[in-house]
């Protein structure tokens, strides 16, 4: 399977992941199988101290996967080697329709900006020529030449992610 991927990108707490929790279930009413990726910028832990998962690694395991009936999660620790590339990271994730990835703003997939002029920040697509779009709250406000989509319009974002990819809409919102 070839899978698609899309990028969020945008300042911190323009709604990137807000977007994401509505812009998933949207795709997925469409008939895609949909997975994301999110990149931090920082360092960040899933486990808790006691966990046996957490005593595990913090022995030194390299990799630490916890299965239960409902979900399983491969941990590796990098050991202080280098991030890996997202291209490699994509390789170890199950084949589905698209991808969406947030963050990862320096890569050269396509991408949408995430943007509020309430954040202070200038737009980032002036100097990232892989973003394709901007989605704000203030669509009226954002001189670019760029598409401009309304950020509280999941279902329009939805439509220009799949335009975008080449993916087929199974069924157009609001389909019964």
Not at 82 to 98: G, K
Not at 115 to 127: D, I, Q, S, V
Request: aromatic share 6%; charged share 25%; with cysteine.
């Amino acid at each position: 399977m070839n899978m698609k991927i899309f990028g969020l990108t945008g300042w911190s707490g323009s709604g990137k992941t807000t977007l994401i929790r509505h812009l998933v279930p949207a795709l997925i009413g469409r008939g895609l199988r949909v997975s994301t990726m999110k990149h931090a910028h920082h360092g960040f832990d899933m486990d808790k101290p006691g966990k046996d998962s957490y005593v595990h690694r913090e022995a030194g395991a390299v990799e630490v996967m916890i299965s239960s009936r409902n979900r399983w999660v491969l941990q590796h620790e990098n050991r202080e080697g280098p991030e890996p590339p997202m291209e490699e990271l994509l390789r170890y994730m199950s084949p589905v329709d698209l991808v969406l990835i947030e963050g990862f703003k320096t890569y050269p997939h396509d991408k949408l900006e995430v943007y509020r002029a309430e954040t202070g920040k200038p737009l980032m697509a002036t100097g990232i020529p892989s973003i394709v779009a901007i989605a704000t709250d203030a669509p009226d406000a954002v001189r670019t030449p760029l598409p401009v989509l309304d950020l509280n319009d999941a279902e329009t974002i939805a439509d220009f992610v799949i335009d975008r990819c080449g993916l087929l809409k199974v069924r157009s919102h609001g389909a019964a």
